[in-house]
């Protein structure tokens, strides 16, 4: 009856206030258990209802901006629902300033598109969904439960001085049980982390293509990875808190730092470094889910005068390899497994899948080799969905 009344009152809503593209709020719904909105002050696109920044949220209507204050109209540069967006004034996960729907209980499926922005993290449910969207016109989704009737979401800080903006957002109800499906969470930094468009990003991280390895049948990836972290700081900004969150037994939690760790400027000593991810591993261990430690690849230069590529001692990976066995978890030596595939490829192949001028960040076609070596140790080590 509760999914009913709010109906009603959406279509109530609906009429009294009157038709879409004049800033008033439309009916939410495109099919049952969909929810399509177009933000900004613009234009409203066929199928969408449209959200301007005053929209206030309201019970009868059930959507609409908890502190409209905070919120105003911008421009975008982009076509369609993309043409226009709301720019959130008030940020942080924590914020009050969030955009609510109100949603039966279920798992959900949420497809976010930003406007203008350089880079900006999805929050929802007090929690980060999506970590660094990067570009004008970023698009992503994600699967979120509801237990508590309504979804609070919100665009917020990836980059301090960058606007944060949202000109859509899609809601699709899988399931009336509010449980995610078995997923893959994956911490790191620049080299994991994802880059966008993500299907055609010039850079990109091995946790950005490590979808195309993986059963979707069997896993959803979440990619929680972020540029220039160290373990201090997955641990303590809110990356981890948001997995811890909703990890839960026969997930995986693949966890590759060090890189931005050995940087005297973090002042974080390899023991220091061991402590914060322990702690980690420890935690999601006592969720009941799985962690797999990953060594970082090394530079493309790591050849020596024989053509061997060799980068066993960079990174805190005798660290890492010590934490593997101390708290008993899989291993995949990445370190180890990349160098071998560099040394069978040569000098000028290797260098071919980074950056120009750039040895330690791969691009496209080289996060795919090195997210395929991953998902292959994994499948020889007997984890399933690989």
Request: net charge neutral; aromatic share 10%.
């Amino acid at each position: 009856m509760k999914w009913k009344k709010g109906l009603t009152g959406m279509l109530l809503a609906a009429f009294l206030c009157g038709a879409p593209g004049l800033g008033i709020a439309a009916p939410a719904y495109a099919a049952a258990g969909e929810y399509k909105f177009d933000f900004g002050g613009g234009t409203v696109e066929a199928g969408y209802t449209g959200v301007s920044a005053s929209l206030f949220y309201d019970k009868a209507r059930g959507y609409g901006f908890r502190t409209p204050e905070n919120m105003r109209n911008v421009s975008a540069s982009g076509a369609g629902v993309a043409s226009d967006a709301v720019q959130f004034l008030a940020t942080g996960t924590k914020s009050q300033n969030t955009f609510d729907v109100d949603l039966p209980p279920g798992l959900y499926e949420v497809s976010v598109t930003l406007g203008n922005t350089s880079r900006s993290s999805i929050a929802a449910e007090g929690v980060y969904q999506v970590i660094n969207m990067t570009g004008n016109g970023a698009k992503d989704r994600f699967q979120i439960p509801v237990t508590d009737g309504q979804l609070n979401l919100l665009v917020t800080a990836g980059k301090e001085g960058a606007a944060f903006t949202l000109s859509a957002l899609e809601i699709k109800q899988l399931s009336g049980n509010p449980v995610t499906s078995r997923t893959i969470y994956i911490g790191g930094d620049s080299t994991v982390c994802n880059y966008y468009p993500l299907d055609s990003s010039v850079q990109a991280g091995w946790g950005q293509l490590l979808p195309a390895f993986v059963n979707p049948n069997t896993f959803q990836i979440r990619n929680m990875a972020s540029g220039g972290q160290i373990a201090r700081g997955f641990h303590q900004d809110g990356q981890l808190e948001a997995i811890v969150k909703y990890i839960k037994p026969g997930d995986y939690f693949i966890l590759q730092l060090g890189i931005n760790d050995t940087n005297p400027k973090h002042n974080e000593s390899e023991a220091e470094f061991k402590d914060w991810m322990r702690d980690m591993i420890r935690q999601v261990k006592a969720k009941g889910a799985t962690v797999i430690l990953s060594t970082p690849q090394g530079r493309a230069t790591d050849f020596n005068a024989n053509n061997v590529h060799n980068a066993e001692h960079r990174w805190y990976r005798s660290a890492i390899l010590a934490l593997a066995q101390e708290e008993q978890t899989p291993l995949v030596d990445l370190n180890v497994l990349s160098s071998a595939y560099f040394t069978s490829i040569g000098k000028e192949a290797t260098l071919a899948l980074y950056m120009n001028g750039d040895s330690l960040h791969p691009n496209f076609a080289g996060a795919r080799e090195l997210a395929r070596l991953v998902a292959q140790d994994l499948k020889r080590q007997g984890l399933n969905g690989f």
